[in-house]
């Protein structure tokens, strides 16, 4: 009797709870069921306005400039070769950085030959113009033999004519006045032989004086010393490398390369702010434009022309940007300016409507681009994402907050 009631009681528990278990499982059905009929739209979906962040055209300073890089070179760099050749160098005056002024000696050469070939000219010189007083002398005697013949021949004549003298002593007469005359024509020219070797004897001289000058190699203009090849005791040659290199003035400007398709927007006068190695920021302005371009390279030269500091050194490598344009223009954000088959363009915003508005865009500075026509100061215009909508298209249109902005000049 007491199993019949166990079985029945075990028969009763499971019975119970099946029936919890199979309660559960409907109520989470009945709960699916529910959800799945709440997602489904009660409805037509009402379209959706996208927001697109906008801007407002602005005027800001706009600024065209042009990479370069080079070096700091001299502006002119004079080359001192000795005059004359074959003397040994004596003395050396100055050395590599020092500074020099316009006829400065800058070294000596061995004078013994050259005041010897001074001395013997000048001798020479002495000799020569005592020919030409000699020569004169000769024909200040020559001229009177000639006067004295003449007269001899006058009075030949006229006693020939009155029958005194005879035609034998009138032809010795003519003969003794003719050879006075040549000699006379004589004296003349061996004159002008002496002035001749006077003349060639000075020239001599003033070699041989302007040889003796030149033993003293002297700076030709001011500058500073860069460079020096002589050495004491060496032969001097007119030839080969230059004894001193001077920097003329001292002066030290930028010789930069600029690529070919920027170098039509270069022009002389423009400004350059520069960085040069170990000294900093620097100013300057174009000088000068090579009228060539290097064809291998395809890089053009100029000059620029900077401050002057005594730490701005031949070779220093600098680089920066020359200042080609600058002006204040209307400008929107960089990536709110497009571009398609049909041309450069905004999408202007006007009451929530976009509207494609052809532009003609110009510079970009700070990530901002020129609008040179097409837009108006003031007007609002897609900033950024314009790639996905079209003319026409209606928009929730958002300013851009400070962060915003911030980031499309970035």
Known sequence: MIRSISRVSAVSMNRRIIVLILSVILAITMALRVDAASDEPSGPEAPRIPSVTVTNAEVHEIIGRVSISGTAVPRNEILVFPRIGGYS????SVDVGDSVQSGETLATLNKQSLVAQLAQSQAELNRAQAAVRQAESQIGAASADAVQAQSALDRTQQLKDSGTATQAVLDQAVANSLSANAALAASKNGLEVAKAQLAQ???QLEIAQLNLDHAI???PTSGVISERTAQIGAIAATGGEPVFRIIEDGVVEIEAEVIETALGQ?????SVELSVAG?????GEVRRIAPTVNPTTRLGSIRVQTEQTPALRSGLFASGWVITEKRRSITVPASAVLTDAEGTFVLAVNDGVLARRAVD??????QRREIVNGLEEGETVVAKAG???GDGDQINPINASGSEQAELAQ
């Open 201 to 203: 004897v000075e020239a």
């Open 387 to 389: 790639a996905f909508f």
């Open 217 to 219: 190699i002297a700076a």
């Open 266 to 270: 270069v022009e002389v006068g423009d």
């Open 89 to 92: 160098i004596d003395q050396i």
């Open 361 to 366: 865009a110009g510079l970009i500075w700070n």
């Open 279 to 283: 000294i900093g920021q620097l100013q």
